[in-house]
């Protein structure tokens, strides 16, 4: 078998979030400059353009920006069922009719209609764990398909402060 090669790509972006239930400081409204770096693995190609490569850092960046960057950076991160989401949207027929169920299809959903600009609902409370569970599934099927199905996404590491980090999935 061909060795298998780890390739990372990082990126930065500014948003807010909060943590509905916990019990300290960070159910507040906050923020963080995220970085997000995305691990992904797999043997290198043997033709084309990607040649000698697990997958080009250009289309991984540009997947990446499409899929986090374009929905979350600048933005409030805030779990549908966090009862202080509805607030923040003028219409409640909207939330209900529109957004709950764009979340419930796609795990998350940016509008920027909202009372206070641009936010991002997602399915799970905005944890740094939840995070990177939530960008995996999104970014999964693009790695394999920029890649000539050849690499896989192996991790997503969201760093909350350079401090924090969460890891999806572990490997043992
Ligand atoms: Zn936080």
Redesign the pocket.
């Known amino acids: 078998m061909s060795p298998h090669y780890l390739i990372e790509c990082r990126i930065e972006f500014d948003a807010g979030?909060?943590?509905t239930h916990h019990g300290s400081k960070?159910r507040n409204l906050?923020?963080?400059r995220y970085t997000v770096v995305a691990v992904c693995s797999g043997p290198l190609i043997t033709t084309g353009e990607q040649q000698g490569m697990v997958i080009d850092f250009d289309f991984l960046r540009e997947e990446m920006n499409k899929t986090i960057m374009e929905c979350c950076d600048h933005t409030m991160m805030l779990w549908i069922d966090d009862p202080l989401a509805q607030n923040f949207i003028d219409d409640p027929k909207r939330f209900e009719n529109e957004i709950r169920p764009e979340v419930a299809k796609n795990g998350g959903y940016r509008t920027d209609q909202s009372l206070v600009g641009a936010l991002y609902f997602m399915s799970a409370v905005p944890t740094a764990e939840n995070l990177a569970a939530h960008w995996f599934e999104k970014l999964h099927p693009k790695v394999r398909e920029r890649s000539g199905h050849q690499a896989q996404l192996h991790q997503i590491k969201v760093y909350?402060t350079p401090e924090f980090i969460a890891v999806y999935p572990a490997y043992s």
Do not use: A, F, S
């Open positions: 979030h909060r943590i960070c906050h923020g963080h909350e």
